[in-house]
């Protein structure tokens, strides 16, 4: 019954875990779930992971160690686990403070030090992981986890500094990159993904919004739900000249530079003078935007 599913072992570990951690059939994990429910599906183990962390802890573990893809068992574990566990579970922290998704970049490090690899099974690897992430990230879109701006946590501000060190710095060219470019290319014509605002918002490195800009050309001229397209946003947030407001200026659409804010009915250089609460203006973003508002003017 109910109570023997979910019965834990010294470590925290249920029979769901179990089941997640050592590659069990669909058929097995959806009986335990229909008996345990919602509460088992969320159930932590001592290190606070949920079912989810720990089916795609393990995820990347079995990517490690052979070139089997077991992407289709996963997605079926994903709907199975998401439509018992709710949205919840995708949000859901360990000890830690990792989101599944968050703790899919870790595992990652713990699993690529392997010096033997040949460069083909290298880019195997980083696309087993990048196909993991464009699912936990695809859901979460699906069940509006996060925020349009967090991305179901992968840009959240809030995560700590060795996770976004790990999206950054070593998976944003492996991984990140390829995964964002498959959501992408799989929206319908009236979905967007506000990358570089959310990118801008969350106060990623420079260099990450300056890659995401050349990477995702559309992105610059694309607007959120709220109507705002990056170069609001960046004036908004007071993204310095130097850190990625030049190319935002320099990508955007000209007519966007003399367009009102949805939510201010200011100009972009106005906003960005004026700012947000606990934000700073940047003087070289507030002059450029004068100079090219001015530029625009004249050339009408």
């Not at 001229?221 to 946003?233: A, C, E, H, L, W």
Request: hydrophobic letters at 40%; glycine letters at 6%.
């Amino acid at each position: 019954g109910e109570a023997l599913v979910r019965e834990k072992d010294d470590s925290g570990y249920s029979s769901l875990h179990f089941a997640c951690m050592y590659n069990a059939s669909i058929y097995v994990v959806s009986k335990l779930v229909e008996i345990g429910g919602e509460a088992l599906v969320r159930e932590t183990n001592n290190h606070g992971n949920n079912s989810l962390h720990i089916a795609y802890q393990q995820a990347v573990r079995r990517a490690y160690r052979n070139n089997v893809d077991y992407t289709q068992l996963e997605e079926a574990l994903l709907n199975i686990l998401t439509q018992h566990g709710s949205a919840k579970i995708l949000a859901q922290t360990n000890n830690e403070g990792k989101t599944p998704l968050q703790l899919l970049f870790i595992a990652y490090d713990t699993q690529s030090h392997d010096w033997r690899w040949r460069q083909e099974r290298k880019k195997t690897f980083w696309k087993r992981l990048s196909d993991y992430a464009v699912m936990l990230i695809k859901k979460g879109i699906e069940l509006q986890v996060g925020g349009e701006y967090g991305i179901v946590g992968l840009f959240t501000s809030t995560s700590s500094q060795e996770v976004q060190y790990q999206i950054y710095f070593k998976t944003w060219d492996n991984i990140v990159i390829p995964a964002l470019e498959q959501i992408i290319a799989s929206l319908p014509h009236d979905q967007t993904l506000p990358i570089l605002q959310a990118l801008v918002i969350n106060k990623a490195p420079p260099v990450i919004i300056k890659s995401a800009i050349n990477l995702f050309t559309a992105s610059i001229n694309t607007r959120d739900s709220f109507g705002k397209y990056p170069i609001d946003v960046a004036a908004c947030h007071g993204l310095a000249w130097d850190d990625g407001m030049k190319e935002v200026v320099e990508r955007s659409d000209m007519d966007l530079l003399g367009r009102e804010n949805p939510s201010t009915g200011l100009s972009p250089f106005m906003v960005a003078g004026v700012g947000e609460e606990n934000t700073t203006y940047d003087v070289g973003t507030v002059f450029h935007l004068i100079k090219k508002t001015s530029l625009r003017v004249a050339q009408k």
